[in-house]
């Protein structure tokens, strides 16, 4: 079941000559943060291709409802911030939907100020654990309170007298930074979180552009991060480039799909998070940026994704694990088609996503006739080649947006359709999904 209701059955059919421009939605990482970013600075934040999936749209009310207005006008969304450390406390039980992203940052926004929220989700974010986030922002001084494994529906308590933190994180996780490094703003002196393994730095590069002292320094240790805290943050204008991980699927169909040439203008190509990207180019991908510039200090550029039957296996590098987690379900579709095995370790992080993505792959690549072998934190694609992947099956999303999107690429290139039970939850992070790449002239839709 779709959180709305009734499960939305899709289908997929073998399609030819995808074309056109895919004009992909804004990226949902900086969307959340320049929300959060604009209500914890001292007058408006202006903010244009804003993601309006409902995941954004949660994280917007939420804000409205810590004191901030937030409000759209024309194309531009406008965000009158209270300033670090003046959120006003919510008068309702705050409701992030699906998403594991806006949770984790809001809780660290409000960790260090001493108001007391309480968090719920839907029925995939309700299962993720929390305590990822909780256990660090307890050393600020904050208070959770939530149900048996640190999962939500979750009270906070901020602290009302922050002290700066000094954390390494035990997993990689840009979320987990993000939220030690929110909570930072509010407490005197620095706050420093160490990672062993490089995330997405969206968080220091906004942070950076809003007016506070964040420093990057490498060391034996890692990379160890420091920020300043209880700046003034000013208000920004901020142009949200188009979401990489929402661009791999128009580049992953137009690859497997014979005949095709798709444009997928103004990606943002921040190296934490393009890593797709690279590894399908070393897989003999036709993949090509045009046009590369920088835009609100992401790198930006256009992609150029043409049909390639000659596709090859390879050794997905464990260290770029975490520059392309969100995309790893697609990739192993263009695995599926690719000649030779794709082995990607170091991926466990994929277990507790919104669904167990390994798994939920593994199982429905092998329902359409593919062989897959998977350990605890890795797993292997044994490619068929172009034109030799069976389909035919219906697979279960799991409520997934990525693997929902990812069975209906596989179904543009297989020999029979793919069905999957529920496409509602892709509207999470991809309302225009299903428009998109039908004006591509991909023959996907929904089945009565």
């Known amino acids: 079941m779709s959180s709305h209701g009734d499960p939305i059955v899709m289908i997929a059919r073998k399609s030819a000559g995808l074309k056109g421009e895919a004009h992909v939605p804004g990226d949902k990482s900086i969307s959340h943060r320049s929300l959060i970013l604009g209500a914890m600075a001292v007058g408006e934040t202006k903010v244009t291709g804003l993601l309006e999936g409902q995941d954004v749209l949660d994280t917007a009310k939420a804000m409205q409802a810590f004191g901030a207005e937030v409000e759209k006008r024309g194309d531009t969304w406008h965000v009158h911030g209270v300033g670090v450390g003046g959120f006003a406390e919510p008068g309702n039980v705050i409701d992030c939907g699906n998403s594991g992203t806006g949770v984790r940052l809001i809780m660290g926004a409000m960790a260090t100020t001493p108001i007391t929220a309480t968090f719920t989700g839907d029925a ?29 529906p979750m009270t906070i308590v901020g602290a009302a007298d922050a002290i700066p933190v000094r954390y390494a994180t035990p997993v990689p996780s840009a979320q987990v930074k993000s939220a030690v490094l929110l909570a930072g703003l509010n407490a005197p002196g620095e706050t420093v979180v160490i990672e062993r393994e490089a995330t997405r730095d969206h968080s220091e590069r906004m942070l950076t552009g809003f007016g506070a002292q964040v420093t990057t320094e490498e060391t034996d240790e890692g990379r160890v991060i420091t920020l300043v805290g209880q700046p ?5 204008t901020i142009i949200v480039p188009r979401d990489p991980s929402s661009a791999a699927f128009p580049v992953c169909a137009a690859l497997i799909t014979e005949g095709s040439d798709v444009l997928v203008p103004n990606i943002g190509l921040n190296p934490t998070r393009a890593g797709l990207f690279f590894t399908l180019q070393e897989m003999g991908a036709d993949l090509t940026f045009e046009n590369m510039r920088e835009e609100g200090g992401e790198p930006v550029a256009d992609l150029r994704a043409k049909f390639s039957p000659d596709l090859k296996g390879i050794e997905v590098p464990a260290e770029r694990a975490a520059s392309m987690i969100d995309e790893y379900p697609v990739l192993s579709v263009v695995a599926a088609f690719a000649q030779g095995k794709t082995h990607m370790p170091g991926v466990k992080e994929l277990r507790v996503k919104e669904s167990d993505r390994i798994d939920a792959m593994a199982t429905g690549l092998r329902l ?17 080649g172009f034109g030799d992947v069976k389909g035919g099956a219906t ?13 209906l690429v596989m179904g543009l290139a297989t020999e029979e ?32």
Do not use: C
């Open 395 to 407: 697979t279960q999303s799991h409520l997934d947006h990525r693997i929902a999107m990812s069975f």
């Open 124 to 152: 995939s974010l309700n299962k993720r654990p929390m305590a990822r986030v909780t256990d660090p922002l307890a050393l600020f001084g904050a208070r959770a309170y939530g149900r048996s494994g640190g999962r939500l």
């Open 232 to 236: 003034e943050l000013k208000p920004q």
């Open 368 to 384: 359409n006739g593919v062989e897959v072998d998977e350990g605890e934190d890795w797993w292997t694609v044994h490619g068929r």
């Open 417 to 448: 359709p793919v069905r999957v039970d529920d496409g509602g939850p892709i509207a999470t992070s991809f309302p225009i999904f299903e428009s998109l790449m039908t004006s591509l002239g991909a023959d996907l839709g929904r089945e009565a």
